[in-house]
């Protein structure tokens, strides 16, 4: 493919030309330049973005990226970049894990939730702790704070567990 200028490099990743700018502003990125300032885009260019894209997506900072992307050429030797390189990857690597902890108990709630939430098919009372006074959920709405969030805010209500959605300080 024929490098793409930043117009349509933004519009083929469904981005913004200003968060093209930014990566470069940050360093991540460094598109070929003509000789009046134009930015091309290689295929190379695209790749690097949709790696970034995806990161980004899933929670990793724009600065460790930019880290990564630059620590190579900000080292002395292959010994100390690849050390640094190790370190970072090893933090990242702690924080996905979190953050697959942290989605593992969100989609046990969800499923909680759901199957509290199928005892209410075919009920045609108002959706409401008054206009339900039998409401099969009403008396779990403690069991789950995703049904917290859903349910009459008028609803009696038990401690819910302490497991879903942890602080990161609460990470060790």
């Known amino acids: 493919m024929?490098?793409?200028?930043?117009?349509?490099?933004?519009?083929l990743l469904n981005t913004s030309t200003r968060t093209l700018r930014f990566y470069e502003e940050?360093?991540?990125?460094?598109?070929?330049?003509t000789a009046k300032g134009v930015r091309l885009y290689t295929d190379d260019d695209i790749e690097l973005i949709r790696v970034v894209q995806h990161l980004t997506a899933l929670g990793v900072a724009l600065r460790d990226i930019a880290e990564l992307t630059t620590i190579r050429s900000h080292s002395q030797s292959g010994d100390q970049a690849?050390?640094?390189v190790f370190a970072l990857l090893e933090e990242l690597r702690r924080s996905m894990e979190?953050?697959?902890?942290?989605?593992?108990?969100v989609l046990e709630q969800i499923a909680t939730t759901a199957r509290l939430v199928k005892r209410c098919f075919g009920?045609?009372?108002?959706?409401?702790?008054?206009?339900?006074?039998?409401?099969?959920v009403a008396s779990n709405v403690g069991d789950s704070r995703l049904l917290q969030l859903i349910w009459d805010k008028d609803t009696p209500r038990r401690a819910c567990p302490k497991r879903f959605?942890?602080?990161?300080a609460?990470?060790?």
């Open 123 to 136: 009920c045609e009372n108002p959706p409401t702790h008054l206009g339900c006074e039998q409401c099969p």
């Open 165 to 168: 959605i942890r602080s990161p």
């Open 170 to 172: 609460a990470r060790v």
């Open 82 to 84: 690849s050390h640094k």
């Open 98 to 105: 979190w953050k697959k902890k942290e989605c593992e108990l």
């Open 26 to 33: 940050q360093g991540i990125l460094a598109p070929v330049k």
């Open 2 to 11: 024929k490098p793409l200028k930043i117009g349509e490099a933004a519009g």
